[in-house]
């Protein structure tokens, strides 16, 4: 009876009324039979951090994932981290751009051909529409001054966008494979626009793109329903529908999983994913993401401006009894930001937990009895976990803690606005390689307050880093990799002297325990998981 309760209550709050009835039909079956539609896959994590669908504005993890679905790019990366054409036929590159021929496609809703005018006004879009995406191309070099000159429609097939000289090619593309870069419907959503925004506030709530779903419904905190494109250019999807609920309990969501009313379960504690590491009816994937749960520090004012702070905060903390007790499965210890693996990967920094000498230090900056901080946090696993136990470490050098967690609008509002003293984020890499991981760690090209960057990690904590952000702007422009590996190597070494304000603890994986009926679901590091092609067995 539980799970027909359970199954009732899904049905009432989040299906579209064409699964009413095979949710009815459903819950008259007996019990082990009871499963979520056959064409409809559900999904149950976090929701907290999807404040936006607009692709230009929205870029945190959950958000990725459902508008990577809604909207094509140039370009697409695989898995491993392989380029591919996705709304490109080919492309060309010589020393002054890059030109794209395009495929046929059409968007969404509206039929539309997807043209290269629609390319150059959405990579105009993203930097005029100045959100935090923006900063993907911003960094190297593309500006609301140089934009327009530097992407122009050849004819309706035919796109070219012009290199910087900040940024080689590869690079280029890579950015240009982010959900960042999506190409949105440009007459459509230029129908919606209020003012100068470019549709944004209608955008953020409905979807515009040519991917294989559409947007159905979107509640903040509850659920978010992708319904099939009809009329999508290319391989229709499989699933009738996507449902992503909000479950922030784990044990909730665990039970869900278990008694079919979910199919994926994406936000499971550490003992959650282990309960089903031993159960056929359950496959746990592991997902490496390139990125870091990460302490930010703010650096604008005391304490946290003095780099003895900062150095006694991080022998406070072990991390390997963190790593143990709290991450498991989310986070392997790594200090520096490139993955361990990652080709020019340096070893950790010998950093060990030592509250001794972290009080030492704590005097020798002019604090022998500590002080009062706080901790922000989206309320979500682990990272609720984390603050507490960072929180309990600072305590025993006599630094008093107070964890504040909020929702994904609430804390990412506040990193973005310098509104913090530590905070909690995560990090991914846009690429697979160091500089995919590094590069929002160690550039800051304008750290004033005046310069509203708050698409940059570094600059949200004020961590002014002028020898790091030289050194990763020739990097950028490198384009032998083969010379690039040393370079990695420099840059991290002088990361870890730096004492950073932006430190990387774990290195992140997201572990998602998916049903063994579904079949095709492959997580992508980068959050941008298709699931058009999954199916579920009878």
Not at 191 to 208: C, E, I, M, P, V
Request: glycine share 6%.
């Amino acid at each position: 009876m539980a799970t027909r309760t359970a199954k009732s209550a899904f049905v009432r709050n989040c299906l579209a009324t064409t699964v009413l009835a095979t949710m009815a039909a459903l819950a008259a079956a007996s019990p082990a039979a009871a499963k979520t539609p056959a064409d409809t896959l559900v999904y149950g994590t976090s929701l907290a951090q999807v404040i936006s669908l607009d692709p230009h504005q929205g870029q945190e993890s959950t958000a990725l994932e459902v508008m990577a679905n809604l909207y094509d790019r140039l370009v697409s990366s695989d898995a491993s981290g392989k380029l591919s054409p996705q709304l490109a036929e080919k492309w060309d590159i010589d020393d002054k751009g890059i030109t794209f021929h395009l495929k046929d496609a059409t968007f969404n809703g509206s039929g539309n051909p997807v043209t290269a005018e629609d390319m150059v006004w959405s990579i105009r879009r993203v930097i005029k529409l100045s959100q935090a995406p923006a900063a993907k191309l911003g960094s190297v070099g593309y500006n609301a001054g140089n934009i327009d000159s530097l992407t122009r429609a050849i004819d309706d097939k035919t796109f070219w966008i012009g290199l910087t000289g900040k940024v080689a090619a590869d690079f280029l593309l890579y950015r240009l494979s982010e959900v960042a870069a999506s190409v949105i419907d440009s007459k459509t959503v230029m129908a919606h626009a209020k003012d100068s925004d470019f549709g944004n506030d209608w955008l953020r709530t409905h979807s515009a793109g040519s991917g294989p779903f559409d947007l159905q419904r979107w509640a903040p905190n509850d659920i978010i329903i992708l319904s099939a494109a009809k009329n999508y250019w290319g391989p229709a999807a499989r699933m009738k529908r996507v449902v992503m609920r909000h479950v922030p309990e784990s044990q909730a969501e665990r039970l869900m999983l278990e008694q079919g009313d979910i199919d994926i379960a994406g936000s499971l504690s550490p003992a959650d994913i282990a309960y089903f590491a031993d159960k056929k009816e359950v496959k746990v994937e592991k997902v490496p993401t390139g990125g870091f749960y990460v302490m930010a520090m703010n650096v604008t004012a005391e304490p946290l401006s003095k780099p003895k702070v900062r150095e006694a905060i991080l022998h406070a903390i072990d991390f390997d009894g963190i790593q143990k007790s709290i991450m498991g499965p989310y986070g392997v210890k790594r200090l520096v930001p490139v993955p361990a693996d990652y080709e020019g990967a340096i070893p950790d920094p010998d950093v060990k937990y030592d509250p001794a000498l972290a009080r030492k230090l704590l005097a020798e900056a002019g604090y022998p009895d500590g002080f009062s901080t706080t901790i922000k946090t989206i309320a979500q696993t682990p990272r609720v976990e984390l603050a507490t136990a960072i929180q309990a470490s600072l305590a025993d050098i006599g630094i008093q803690a107070q964890v504040l967690q909020g929702s994904g609008a609430d804390i990412v509002g506040d990193h973005r606005a310098r509104k913090f003293d530590i905070l909690i984020p995560q990090t991914g890499a846009y690429m697979p390689n160091a500089m995919g991981a590094m590069e929002q760690f160690t550039s800051n090209p304008d750290n004033s307050l005046a310069a509203n960057n708050a698409g940059n990690f570094v600059w949200r904590s004020g961590w002014d880093i002028p020898e790091l952000t030289a050194l990763t702007a020739k990097i950028m422009t490198e384009n032998d990799a083969s010379k690039r590996v040393g370079m990695y190597e420099q840059l991290q070494h002088m990361f870890v002297d730096a004492v950073p304000a932006v430190q990387p603890m774990f290195e992140r994986y997201l572990p998602i325990a998916i049903a063994a009926d579904v079949h095709g679901y492959k997580g992508h590091p980068q959050q941008v998981t298709r699931v058009d092609q999954v199916t579920k067995s009878e």
